[in-house]
């Protein structure tokens, strides 16, 4: 059992910088894949970027590479994502989550989520 809480969202303007972090619970921190997900209003969840459970391998959508980059403490049980050059498109409550093993970019493939930080960014 894997328990996630996240934190870090609020309000910015367009162009500035977000930090978000993910605490996660549990003693086998490291065999898991963590991932960001994000959901906008009227919109469906969508895959933000994940690492893998050594911190060796990671992915991005499209959207936010050369901008967000996914980072893990395997000391401290966490996962941040720093976002940078941050647009009005990016606004969504951002979520964390946890697959066993290998994790894919679909939201069904994540066994564990987090409550969820909202990140607003005004034009």
């Known amino acids: 059992q894997v328990q996630l809480v996240e934190s870090g969202g609020g309000l910015v303007q367009a162009g500035g910088s977000l930090r978000l972090s993910c605490a996660a619970s549990g003693r086998t921190f490291s065999s898991y894949t963590m991932a960001w997900f994000r959901q906008a209003p009227g919109k469906e969840r969508e895959f933000v970027a994940r690492i893998s459970g050594s911190g060796g391998s990671t992915y991005y959508a499209d959207s936010v590479k050369g901008r967000f980059t996914i980072s893990r403490d395997s000391a401290k049980n966490t996962m941040n994502l720093a976002m940078n050059s941050l647009k009005p498109e990016d606004t969504a409550v951002y979520y964390c989550?946890?697959?066993?093993?290998?994790?894919?970019?679909?939201?069904?493939?994540?066994?564990?989520w987090g409550q969820g930080t909202q990140v607003t960014v005004s034009s």
């Open positions: 989550a946890a697959a066993l093993g290998y994790g894919s970019v679909r939201s069904a493939g994540y066994n564990y």
